[in-house]
């Protein structure tokens, strides 16, 4: 069996120990879906991955054991072992399976707005449900293929769930907020149907597995939508980023609207904090910290390292600021277009910081300034990807990139601003701008390490800010 689960781990897109030695230490059952039909049991393990430095990582398997082999899903078997009730069993990916996903879907249909009676599941799984909406049990399952760190699957028209691969003991903040936001009625998320969790015995905390939520099926994703702009600009040699048919800047606008509108929403329904001047300084270090050692990775930095670390310390020049609830991880990726306006996603934080730290309170420009990259590295990707049909020669493309990325980052911090009823100077500024440095300096180590050919898109960022 533990060969087997090794292997396909190490296959699986979700696996975030690709490149680093490891070894499947454990593996437990800790619960089954109920009313499976004979010859099926659909149970949720948890895999431990021990790295040789002595870190380990907790696993989500979602598995579906069959006592005859299943044709239709025979690109997802992953070996076959023994079962303790159905003997000789055929072991698959039940995200894979519609009969398996059919059982989920029930489950978080029966049980209504409670958790799962005891009776009703086998081992601790805890099926909860909000109120507002009710299940079509009848729609088909279909996985996505594109997803990198968890797994979606996707109800017909109806319904949406992610399955959380890695998982960490304690509360997942996609969940939390994405709750908050419902009940608040916010229009700028995918409504929060419900969710499943247990209480693990090995650390007495609760786990949470997944969470199901309204389909956006017809939306646009934020990043393709941007992408097409500046295509649509490149075409155009004689014309301006505002003068183009597909100018984005409204878009920006109304996204601005959108995230300032959020940021409200979780400053009312999530502790507000403030930050001293002793915490800013500990956070003016922390970008230095980071800032050595990207040098290391990066030399190219080092011709940026004084201006950089000059505006890490104007933060420690700062009284005090306030903090909340944020996003933590946003860019044009974690945004949805839809007929009724922009829907942020996936405010499960940066997936490599860990829980605790994603949870914590800070900056609502930290989420700006993540928007902000964004807009910068949509033109410059075009520009080096787009071959003949991206605008001309590189100099040109260059420019026209600085264009679109200048007038949408200005759309979005001027609609952002107003409607925060704030000014872009003073403490803010301050802040942003650190904020921004700090994450220049995040991209150029993962674009130095993972896509090297990338890594000019935040060098030119400091050049073009120097």
Do not use: C
Not at 66 to 82: F, V
Not at 146 to 153: A, D, I, L, R
């Amino acid at each position: 069996m533990n060969d087997d689960l090794t292997s396909w781990i190490s296959e699986a897109r979700w696996f975030g120990g690709k490149g680093r030695d490891w070894t499947l230490t454990s593996v437990r059952r800790v619960g089954e879906l109920p009313d499976a039909p004979e010859g099926l049991r659909v149970a949720i393990q948890l895999a431990e991955v021990t790295y040789d430095d002595g870190s380990t990582d907790l696993y989500q398997l979602p598995l579906a054991f069959y006592a005859e082999p299943q044709e239709r899903i025979s690109h997802a078997l992953i070996g076959e072992w023994d079962d303790d009730e159905l003997g000789h069993a055929h072991v698959y990916d039940a995200l894979h399976d519609r009969q398996a996903m059919a059982l989920w879907l029930a489950a978080f249909a029966r049980h209504g707005v409670a958790p799962a009676p005891p009776s009703d599941v086998r081992g601790d799984l805890m099926f909860h449900r909000l109120p507002g909406h009710d299940l079509d049990i009848e729609a088909h399952s279909t996985l996505f293929s594109g997803e990198q760190s968890n797994s979606s699957v996707a109800f017909g028209e109806d319904a949406l769930m992610k399955v959380f691969r890695k998982v960490t003991p304690g509360v997942n903040p996609d969940i939390a907020i994405h709750q908050v936001l419902t009940e608040a009625e916010s229009t700028h998320v995918a409504a929060l149907y419900g969710w499943l969790d247990l209480v693990d015995d090995d650390t007495n905390t609760t786990i949470q597995l997944a969470m199901l939520q309204q389909f956006l099926r017809t939306a646009s994703d934020g990043w393709d939508l941007a992408l097409a702009s500046v295509r649509n600009l490149f075409a155009e040699a004689d014309l301006h980023a505002d003068e183009v048919g597909g100018d984005f800047a409204g878009e920006a606008a109304r996204l601005g609207i959108a995230l300032a509108e959020v940021h409200a929403d979780l400053a009312a329904h999530f502790p507000v904090e403030r930050r001293e001047a002793d915490a800013l300084g500990e956070l003016a270090q922390a970008m230095e910290d980071r800032l050595v050692a990207a040098l290391d990775v990066v030399p190219d930095l080092a011709a940026h390292e004084t201006r950089l670390r000059e505006t890490f310390a104007r933060l420690r020049e700062l009284d005090a600021v306030e903090v909340q609830q944020v996003h933590g991880d946003l860019h044009l990726g974690q945004t949805l277009r839809t007929v009724k306006g922009w829907k942020i996603v996936d405010f499960e934080g940066e997936p490599a910081k860990p829980l605790a730290e994603r949870l914590r309170p800070d900056s609502a420009w930290r989420d700006v300034a993540g928007m902000v990259r964004s807009f910068d590295y949509a033109p410059r990707v075009v520009a080096m990807t787009g071959g003949a049909d991206a605008g001309g020669e590189a100099e040109q493309r260059a420019y026209r990139a600085s264009e679109w990325s200048a007038r949408n980052r200005a759309a979005f911090l001027a609609a952002y601003t107003e409607k925060r009823g704030e000014e872009l100077d003073g403490p803010n500024g301050v802040l942003l701008d650190a904020y921004l440095a700090d994450k220049v300096v995040y991209e150029a180590v993962y674009e130095a390490r993972n896509r090297p050919g990338w890594l000019s898109i935040p060098l030119a960022a400091l050049e073009e800010s120097s």
